[in-house]
């Protein structure tokens, strides 16, 4: 059964469709990498998924439940918006640190604003912050950041950001890790120790969705690939499929642009 189903999604701006029709399931474990030019609709589909856009039409269910659903508005209640963002985390192209916080308190900060919601929060408060302080010093230990926790995002590289914001979005334990193209915002010496976290998380079977510019890392990485153009989707199978044999004349004229880069 796949951990996440997206059953026609369709999403405009106006008169301007930026997603058609769009389908596809993830199966738990999976690394999936979406791949298109600027424009073709993949940011727009990850902020679907987060509930930072709502989709104008479809059906998207996780772990066989209907979380939403554009032709039942009970589906769609602003109560429930924040549960069902929790499962899915989102890696920015820009970090989106808090600058005032240091690395560890921007690991901390959501889970401790959720953890006041539990019943037992006041009578256990204590044990409580200490074992969400516990649980990001070894997230940012895995994404070898153990030396960083008092410093600021300012104080720190835009990789090193990157890795402290990898490290917040799994510690809310999402069903699914969402990734908008990680590295666009690094400069390339910076670019591969983000891609080897990534890496590490796909070899420890993390279930991911990667919205990628990097077409080597896409064919490494991922288990199935979906190329994107102009809101729909052209094409997808395994790395070997859509990178070694593409079908389709559109997938072939991209990959073409981009070996030509």
């Known amino acids: 059964m796949p951990i996440l189903e997206v059953i026609e999604i ?3 701006f106006g008169t ?14 999976e690394t999936l990498a979406i791949i298109g030019s600027s424009g073709s609709g993949k940011t727009t589909l990850l902020r ?40 899915f985390g989102l890696v920015f192209q820009n970090f989106n640190l808090f600058p005032q916080y240091t690395v560890l308190k921007n690991v901390t900060l ?3 604003l959720l953890a006041r919601e539990r019943p037992n929060y006041k009578q256990e408060k204590k044990d409580i ?15 070898g950041l153990s030396d960083k926790l008092e410093f600021y995002p300012h104080m720190i590289s835009g990789g090193q950001q990157q890795r402290v914001a990898i490290a917040r979005a799994l510690a809310l334990e999402p069903d699914i890790l969402c990734f908008d193209e990680p590295t666009s915002a690094l400069d390339p010496e910076l670019t591969g120790e ?4 990534i890496r590490n998380l796909a070899e420890r079977h ?3 969705i990667i919205v990628t510019h990097e077409m080597d890392f896409a064919r490494e990485v991922a288990d199935r690939v979906i190329f994107m153009d102009d ?3 052209v094409e997808q199978g395994s790395p070997e499929e859509v990178f070694g044999n593409p079908r389709e004349e559109r997938t072939k004229q991209f990959l073409t642009r981009y070996t030509k880069v």
């Open 206 to 208: 993390t279930t991911m």
């Open 48 to 87: 679907c998924l987060n509930f930072l856009e709502r989709p104008d039409r479809g059906k998207i269910i996780v772990n066989n439940e209907v979380i939403f659903d554009a032709a039942n508005p009970d589906t769609q209640r602003e109560s429930e918006v924040r549960k069902k963002r929790l499962h």
């Open 231 to 233: 809101g729909v989707i």
């Open 129 to 143: 912050l200490n074992e969400i302080q516990e649980r990001a010093k070894t997230l940012l230990s895995q994404v």
């Open 16 to 29: 301007l469709q930026v997603l058609q029709d769009i389908s596809f399931s993830l199966e738990k474990g």
């Open 10 to 12: 369709g999403k405009s």
């Open 110 to 112: 959501a889970l401790e």
């Open 194 to 197: 983000v891609l080897k976290v």
